[in-house]
């Protein structure tokens, strides 16, 4: 679709409490799913992605209903997983494909994870070498480096693994690995990385250790159901809160909201450049902190990204690129190579279509550095079937000088349902 925004020239506030955080409503699922008895969700994200890995549960036998806001999953448990009857498709989500990998490795019959034409480019030797490692049997296109992945039943061993990159998906592949299979999974990161499934874990009462960059899961162990209220989507608020500082007497605060370390470095990046962002933890779920952020229009100043921050901010770096136009000096990112192995080469086409919108932004080999500041001119830019591209580009359209055009928008619901509900400008 097409989406047509006007400039906000005149100061704005919101105050809203943000849909559920969409890594825990993954893990969350998968976890009921394999667990004994019922777990009981609220706050569960209904974004697309998510709506794919809940699909794809009730095909491997779990079974899952809604009653109002609360979801009920009723697991497999001890009995383990079904044979799927049919291919499972990831459509654009690499959490679901790379997370039920795991699942998939320890297990009966054989099983098929695909996805859509984005997803079957995107890299998958770093999860299938570790996983055959462990005794997996797992065939896929380019010498297993692409999906689809074809999963046939083995048997799983004890896995020592060191990462060559810091990911949160191939470390809870690889645990979840383990726990299906019930054998010891010890690994060890570059760089700290999400740390949301040792949390929920943890809070399980799984035997799970956690010692500086290594973590090491002890061996067999029973899931019992369990109550989750997801927390709100601090990458979701990420959009709301860089509005707020680019545009002068803008205001806004989100309630309700996840606050885990691993999830607050673009505000981190945000109060380095100057931006007027705080938040408060209030309470707890599960093992993750809880609480509110607040952010008020800026005086903004440029910010360097070191490849060791990448990881804590990956996927608000488009983001930041945005508001990096109207900070004062250069801004540099560096060590992010990752964000070409998106829904689309998000370095490529984020530095296209900010020049379209009069941006001083250079592509790097993997980062981007932005000269500012600089008045965006507004315009027709492409969203290239990134979700995040498309919400980076309405944030950078709110502070344009004249309206801008959208093409290629309608996938913000991949992870962030009713963003264009949220956003001051009109379409």
């Keep these: 679709m097409q989406v047509l925004l006007q400039p906000e020239t ?64 009723s697991g497999w448990g001890r009995l383990g997983r079904s044979e799927p009857a049919q291919v499972l498709d990831c459509g654009g989500s690499g959490t679901t494909l790379r997370l039920l990998a795991g699942v998939l490795a320890a297990g009966r019959g054989l099983s098929v994870l695909t996805g859509d034409s984005s997803l079957r480019r995107r890299p998958m030797a770093r999860i299938v070498q570790p996983l055959s490692c462990m005794g997996a049997r797992i065939w896929g296109r380019g010498e297993g480096s692409l999906a689809p992945l074809v999963f046939q039943e083995g048997r799983l061993q004890t896995l020592e693994w060191d990462l060559p990159v810091a990911s949160a998906q191939v470390k809870s592949c690889l645990l979840l690995a383990g726990l299906q299979a019930g054998v010891p999974v010890a690994l060890r990161e570059p760089l700290p990385s999400r740390d949301h499934t040792e949390r929920m874990l943890q809070a399980l009462g799984v035997p799970l250790e956690r010692t500086g960059l290594a973590v090491r899961l002890a061996g067999p162990a029973c899931l019992p159901g369990f109550r989750f209220a997801v927390p709100g989507d601090p990458s979701s608020a990420a959009f709301l809160v ?56 800026s ?26 136009t109207r900070a004062q000096g250069q801004t540099r990112v560096q060590g992010a190579g990752e964000l070409r192995h998106k829904e689309c080469d998000r370095i490529h086409h984020l530095v296209l279509e900010l020049r379209r919108m009069g941006a001083s932004i250079s592509e790097q080999a993997e980062g981007f550095e932005v000269e500012g500041p600089v008045r965006l001119s507004g315009g027709t830019v492409r969203c290239h079937g990134d979700h995040r591209l498309e919400m980076s580009l309405a944030v950078a359209a709110l502070s344009a000088a004249d309206p801008t055009r959208l093409l ?20």
């Design 242 to 297: 860089a509005a707020a500082v680019m545009n002068p007497g803008a205001r806004a605060r989100v309630e309700g909201v996840l606050l885990n370390p691993g999830r607050l470095g673009f505000f981190e990046l945000l109060r380095r450049m100057g931006g007027q962002v705080r938040w408060e933890v209030t309470h707890e779920e599960s093992g993750e902190p809880v609480g509110w952020i607040e952010a008020c229009g």
């Design 10 to 73: 005149s100061p704005w506030e919101r105050r809203v409490r943000m849909a559920g955080d969409k890594s825990l409503s993954h893990r969350a699922l998968i976890l009921g799913a394999m667990a004994e008895g019922e777990s009981v969700l609220t706050g569960l994200s209904e974004s697309r992605d998510v709506r794919t890995t809940l699909r794809c549960l009730r095909a491997l036998g779990a079974r899952v209903h809604r009653e109002g806001p609360r979801w009920v999953v």
């Design 408 to 427: 290629g928008a309608g996938f913000s619901d991949v992870s962030f349902p009713g963003f264009w509900d949220l956003l001051p400008g009109t379409r």
């Design 299 to 324: 005086e903004l100043r440029a910010v360097d990204v070191a490849p060791e921050e990448v990881p804590a901010a990956v996927d608000e770096l488009p983001l930041l690129a945005v508001v990096a």
